[in-house]
């Protein structure tokens, strides 16, 4: 072949290849910035949506404040009854017309609980003026936050036909169960958002993305008023189209101009579609309760080996009905978390209640290889609810399944004298730090530390627990052990 043809034919295919090849690279580097911004607008809109179901959490909080605090009767007791009773008043104060505090009543007695709301809500007597504004867009109604030495503080008050401040300082930790439990528990795409305070601590946060202390966040939203010392922030890994890029540029120098224009047309359709898809998958699990999933597999795939191993089902069966109970526990703690619960006292034995929560539990923990050692010397009739007792002893026994497998161990002593009855629950687990051990009665802290890596569980058991032991008038504590952790549970006999 001639120089001269060989030039020619260099240059028909060199020449389109060079031009497609800078023309596939504009291409990509213009699909790498679109493909950033709509990544970057879909996560925005993400956090604006949760932050519109914190909002309409909130709305719905006002509102039911606002009936609660539509009352004209100013007696002392008839107020303190309407804090205890009412599950997110924590504390319920009244001004008159001229700024004199009512209640808690100046004149006293106040309780300890009142006297330290007095002395924490300081600064807010002294800035009563906020409660008097007149004229245009003055409001008769709102919320006012501020921060003292236990943290964030937040009170809702109203004025009255009569000029009277009707005022309660909100249940925190009611409120940041009612917001978490309308946020998402887990999502979809590789990130983590999380819910923070003015400190920068975090309330709460969902994602499978760590990222590192000093990692900024790639879009943040801060809540409206009241809430507007909060922000939820969206963390994940910088995304990188290389391989895109690359592969575009490669078929731009192998392809003719019109099979080049296809497949980047091709590959532009995909991308929306994906993420599309990927803002449904997120809606939809979203909607999904994350816990009920283990429980509900399990049933399942022992109901199918039960089918298959006729007519030797006993195994099998004792292992559904070990995994639809710890369903219901999980439901009830969930429930019991939501709720107040009022206790329903009877008469009966100790020992046997917790001879019962045993036997469910067995299937489970023999399933472990975990040995239930009972010593029980409480037979003497009490007064208590039995199935807030259940749910004590069932939440301890779950946490050695969960936490204390590897010991091998679980032991439950009871002991009784004329006023008391003990109930202590040990094992041989990896025990819990001395700087934990108030903390872990505390809703939804979880140890960050191998004892609760890959566990999953809502964080409440050990709240939940403590709070019907101190229903009866008794308490949940954590004994100081030097193998393992010990829980002891006191009631009155």
């Known amino acids: 072949m001639k120089p001269k043809l060989i030039i020619v034919y260099l240059l028909i295919v060199t020449v389109p290849l060079a031009l497609l090849g800078g023309l596939g690279l504009r291409m990509a580097r213009d699909e790498q910035t679109m493909m950033r911004q709509r990544l970057h607008e879909l996560r925005a809109e993400q956090l604006r949506d949760s932050g519109g179901t914190i909002q309409r959490a909130m709305a719905e909080h006002e509102r039911a404040l606002q009936r609660a605090l539509e009352f004209t009767d100013f007696e002392t007791s008839r ?5 205890r009773s009412h599950p997110l008043l924590r504390h319920v104060f009244v001004l008159d017309p001229k700024g004199r505090r009512l209640h808690p009543p100046p004149a006293g007695p106040v309780t300890p609980s009142e006297q330290e709301f007095l002395e924490r809500a300081g600064q807010v007597w002294k800035e009563q003026q906020m409660f008097y504004r007149t004229g245009e867009g003055a409001s008769n109604h709102g919320w006012h936050a501020w921060f003292s030495d236990n943290g964030f503080n937040l009170i809702y008050w109203r004025c009255d036909g ?18 978490v439990a309308v946020l998402p528990e887990r999502s979809t795409v590789k990130g983590r958002t999380a819910l923070t305070e003015a400190t920068g601590s975090i309330l709460y946060q969902w994602g499978d993305y ?30 990188r189209f290389g391989r895109r890029i690359i592969w575009t540029l490669v078929t731009g120098l192998i ?12 590959f532009y359709r995909e991308s929306t579609r994906e993420l599309r898809d990927a803002a449904q998958r997120v809606s939809f699990v979203n909607q999904v309760s994350h816990e009920l999933k283990t429980p509900l597999t399990n049933i399942r795939m022992y109901a199918e080996l039960l089918e298959d191993s006729l ?11 070990a995994e639809s109970q710890r369903l219901s526990r999980l439901i009830a703690n969930i429930l019991r978390f939501a709720r107040p619960h009022k206790l329903h006292k009877t008469t009966g034995a100790v020992d046997g209640v917790i001879r019962s929560v045993i036997e469910d539990f067995n299937p489970a923990l023999a399933a472990k290889g975990i040995e239930v050692h009972f010593t029980g010397n409480a037979s003497a009739p009490i007064s208590f609810d039995a199935d807030a007792l259940e749910q004590i002893i069932g939440n301890l026994l779950g946490n050695i399944e969960k936490y204390a497998a590897d ?5 439950i002593t009871t002991e009784q004298s004329a006023n008391t009855t003990l109930i202590t629950v040990t094992d041989r687990g990896p025990g819990i730090p001395a700087d934990q051990r108030e903390n872990i009665f505390k809703p939804f802290h979880r140890l960050s530390n191998k004892l609760t890596d890959g566990v999953t569980g809502t964080g409440i058991g050990l709240t939940i627990a403590r709070d019907l032991a101190r229903q009866h008038g008794g308490d949940l504590t954590l004994l100081p052990s030097t193998t393992g952790a010990a829980f002891q549970l006191r009631l009155p006999s």
């Open 162 to 179: 009569t000029g009277h401040i009707l005022g309660a300082e909100v249940d925190r930790v009611r409120l940041m169960a009612d917001i």
């Open 79 to 83: 107020l303190r009854e309407l804090a």
């Open 311 to 321: 007519p030797e089902p006993n195994r099998h069966v004792r292992v559904i009905v």
């Open 255 to 266: 392809a003719v101009g019109l099979a080049l224009t296809g497949l980047a047309v091709y």
């Open 210 to 239: 760590p990222p590192s202390p000093s990692e900024s966040p790639l879009t943040s939203f801060t809540l409206p008023a009241p809430l507007n010392t909060w922000r939820l922030n969206y963390y994940a890994p910088e995304t």
């Open 407 to 411: 010991g091998k161990h679980a032991e």
